[in-house]
């Protein structure tokens, strides 16, 4: 995948990311600068999304630790135990904001 598909997929992912904390019933600012995705929750705490462009990754910060997606097939998957990014990142923001967050990937 070239530099440029590689960023208008992940970038897509970042708009999706972005409109699903939107939508949530939970308290989750959203703040996004260039190809980095900030989450901030009630109590301040952050997650962040980034795109690590040379690595073709999509890498997470979250509460929960360190996290790195690599797209395999149709689904970005963390490259240690192979969970699907959306899945893992509701997990991470329903821990941190104390309510459930449920990030689902859009068409």
Request: glycine share 4%; net charge negative; charged share 25%.
């Given at each position: 995948m070239t530099e440029s598909e590689f960023l208008a997929v992940a970038e897509r992912v970042l708009d999706q990311l972005e409109?699903?904390?939107?939508?949530?019933?939970?308290?989750?600012e959203c703040e996004r600068s260039g190809n980095v995705l900030a989450l901030?929750?009630?109590?301040?705490?952050?997650?962040?999304v980034n795109l690590q462009t040379p690595m073709q990754e999509i890498?997470?910060?979250?509460?929960?630790?360190g996290y790195h997606f690599r797209l395999v097939g149709q689904a970005w998957?963390?490259?240690?135990?192979?969970?699907?990014?959306?899945?893992a990142l509701?997990?991470?923001a329903?821990?941190?904001?104390?309510?459930?967050?449920?990030?689902?990937?859009?068409?």
């Amino acid at each position: 995948m070239t530099e440029s598909e590689f960023l208008a997929v992940a970038e897509r992912v970042l708009d999706q990311l972005e409109a699903a904390a939107e939508r949530s019933d939970a308290d989750i600012e959203c703040e996004r600068s260039g190809n980095v995705l900030a989450l901030e929750f009630e109590d301040r705490s952050k997650i962040i999304v980034n795109l690590q462009t040379p690595m073709q990754e999509i890498w997470v910060a979250a509460r929960a630790g360190g996290y790195h997606f690599r797209l395999v097939g149709q689904a970005w998957r963390d490259t240690r135990d192979d969970s699907e990014l959306f899945a893992a990142l509701s997990l991470y923001a329903t821990q941190q904001a104390g309510e459930a967050v449920n990030f689902t990937p859009t068409a």
